[in-house]
């Protein structure tokens, strides 16, 4: 249970784009919610994107809503986020998160979502 695998994480210059992908086990997919968080250095973590499993709404922490677009492959059991026009305050360690029961204790909960499994990170680097 909880199984998360990121990738595509790189460095970029400011302006350009990346994008993010997250593998997740079949049991871990089929949950409630998939989303994604970040944690710049000395700073806490902090919701980037969700998407509500049930109705596929999305929701966009207000700092990179209209810049990054998070969607999901139901066939690959995938997640993406689709991140353009990069500023360097974009530079952290972006994490996947599924919510998914059973739900652990010492989550965290994001819009109507509460993450208690994670991914190993994956590093984004915006140059100026």
């Known amino acids: 249970q909880g199984q998360l695998v990121e990738s595509g994480g790189g460095s970029v210059q400011a302006g350009g784009s990346l994008r993010l992908s997250c593998a997740a086990s079949?049991?871990?997919?089929?949950?409630?919610?998939m989303g994604w968080f970040r944690q710049a250095p000395g700073k806490g973590r902090d919701g980037v994107a969700s998407?509500?499993?049930?109705?596929?709404?999305?929701y966009y922490s207000s700092s990179v809503k209209g810049r990054f677009t998070l969607s999901q492959d139901n066939a690959k059991n995938t997640v993406s986020l689709q991140m353009n026009s990069l500023k360097p305050e974009d530079t952290a360690i972006y994490y996947c998160?599924?919510?998914?029961?059973?739900?652990?204790?010492?989550?965290?909960?994001?819009?109507?979502?509460?993450?208690?499994?994670w991914g190993q990170g994956t590093q984004v680097t915006v140059s100026s």
């Open positions: 079949e049991s871990t997919y089929s949950s409630y919610c």
């Open positions: 998407i509500y499993a049930r109705d596929s709404t999305t």
């Open positions: 998160a599924a919510d998914t029961d059973p739900r652990p204790g010492g989550g965290t909960w994001y819009g109507r979502c509460y993450f208690g499994y």
